[in-house]
T-cell receptor, first 114, second 118 residues
């Protein structure tokens, strides 16, 4: 079965430090991978996606993510965290040969302290 | 920027009442998704439509939930009768999916309907 795992419920980091939010996936085909962010009382907002090509993809607000096929991972990263990055982050996968729906992870709460 | 619009943003009602949530997808998008978010279960896919036809509603309790797309600009999710366990935030998302192939485009989410059933 297709699945996405975000092993950390919460990640805490100090402002200015690098951050990583982890995501691993399990699919039977080639994946399309996505990261979304959710702020309080808002819907999910698209951050970035990996489709094919360069394993390092860049997205909104200075975020980037690295696709690692051998480790089936797609970790979200940012070189220098901001307090305003504090939010709930979701990793999602869509399989090429499957339907159109995204499979979401459980989400990771990122807390950036000043 | 084009946005997915959901109404109402908040709904409080008593158990047993009918609840209708509405969604206006982004113009030109051909796929609409309904999700439910709770603290315990996280984000759950309830149903989705392509070109107004239901593709999958396996995530939806069919005895009380129903989802429709009367036209391309409106999707509805109804609960009848509502129960306290239905309390959650319900999200609508839309996307563009080409025929015969999965989409590499992201889904765009509305800001949700926060539903409280007393």
């Amino acid at each position: 079965a297709q699945s996405v795992a975000q092993p950390e419920d919460q990640v805490n980091v100090a402002e200015g430090n690098p951050l990583t939010v982890k995501c691993t996936y399990s699919v039977s085909g080639n994946p399309y991978l996505f990261w979304y962010v959710q702020y309080p009382n808002r819907g999910l907002q698209f951050l970035l996606k990996y489709i094919t090509g360069d394993n390092l993809v860049k997205g909104s607000y200075g975020f980037e993510a690295e696709f690692n096929k051998s480790q089936t991972s797609f970790h979200l990263k940012k070189p220098s965290a901001l307090v305003s990055d504090s939010a709930l982050y979701f990793c999602a996968v869509r399989v090429h040969q499957a339907g159109t729906a995204l499979i979401f992870g459980k989400g990771t709460t990122l807390s950036v302290s000043s | 920027d084009a946005r997915v619009t959901q109404t109402p943003r908040h709904k409080v009602t008593e158990m047993g009442q009918e609840v209708t949530m509405r969604c206006q997808p982004i113009l030109g998008h051909n796929t609409v998704f309904w999700y439910r978010q709770t603290m315990m279960q996280g984000l759950e896919l309830l149903a989705y439509f392509r070109n107004r036809a239901p593709l999958d509603d396996s995530g939806m309790p069919k005895d009380r939930f129903s989802a429709e797309m009367p036209d391309a600009t409106l999707a509805t999710l109804k609960i009848q009768p509502s129960e306290p366990r239905d309390s959650a935030v319900y999200f609508c998302a839309s996307g563009l999916v080409p025929l015969g192939a999965p989409s590499n485009q992201p889904q765009h989410f509305g800001d949700g309907t926060r539903l409280s059933i007393l």
